[in-house]
């Protein structure tokens, strides 16, 4: 069954460092979400993805992120200058066609910050 | 994927018995709505969706209700297993604005004693 991969599982990063967050969706798929869960609290919608430009994004997703389509395959989130609140797991998601909002998540990268 | 749900409404019910978790959802234009499964250590899993012109829709062992008027969602899971045990989400779009991100409920955590 196809799904959608993230790398790394887990990232630390001392605070004030960027960091890059990697995301694989399902390859006939062309939206592409990043969400965020801090621990104990519900999911977050950061940022959608879709024709190579932000589609829609949420009052969280300031000018510290920013997200990426490099190449067929690869969706990535930057974080510049991570700050403590930044640590949370970062999920990405990627759904099909218009019309199908079924969206798939991947396992996640949890982000901490110290 | 972990929500360790310390604020996080908890459901136990005894393996086979059948598992009622709500929802109730904020937005009156939405007109999608998802249940989600986290596993912990895990992304969201898609279990069903529901669109605003049904009350009710069934898949395998579960089934969806949505109650327009009282803004109510809830998710059935019939003869409940301990791989049910899990967080469950319900998540809504408001599909008409062109609008794809998922808006996510405070989940709830459901714990099945064999």
Redesign the interface.
Same mark, same amino acid.
């Given at each position: 069954e196809p799904e *959608?991969t993230q790398t790394p599982s887990h990232q630390v990063t001392q605070m004030g460092q960027e960091v890059i967050l990697r995301c694989v969706p399902i390859s006939n798929h062309l939206?592409f979400?990043w969400?965020r %869960?801090i621990? &104990? %609290?519900? *999911?977050? !919608?950061l940022v #959608?993805f879709?024709n190579n430009e932000i #589609?829609?994004k #949420?009052e969280i997703f300031d000018d510290q992120f920013s997200v990426e389509r490099p190449d067929g395959s690869n969706f990535t989130l930057k974080i510049r200058s991570t700050k403590l609140e930044d640590s949370a797991?970062y !999920?990405c @998601?990627s #759904?099909g066609t218009q019309g199908n909002?079924? @969206?798939? !998540? &991947? %396992? &996640?990268t949890r982000l901490t910050v110290v | 994927g972990e929500s360790v749900g310390l604020h996080l409404p908890t459901l136990s019910v005894q393996e086979g018995d059948n598992s009622i978790i709500n929802c109730a959802y904020s937005n009156s234009a939405s007109d999608y709505f998802i249940w989600y499964k986290q596993e912990s250590g895990k992304g969201p899993q898609f279990i069903i969706d529901i669109r605003s012109n049904m009350d009710k829709r069934q898949g395998q062992r579960v089934t969806v209700l949505l109650n327009k008027t009282v803004k109510h969602l809830s998710l059935q899971i019939a003869a409940t297993q301990p791989g049910d045990s899990a967080v469950y989400f319900c998540a809504e779009n408001r599909k008409d604005t062109g609008r794809r991100a998922l808006t996510f409920g405070s989940g709830t955590r459901l714990q099945v004693q064999p």
């Open positions: *959608v939206y979400y969400y %869960q621990l &104990g %609290q519900k *999911v977050e !919608f #959608s879709y #589609s829609e #949420s797991m !999920f @998601a #759904s909002t079924e @969206a798939f !998540f &991947g %396992q &996640g | -």
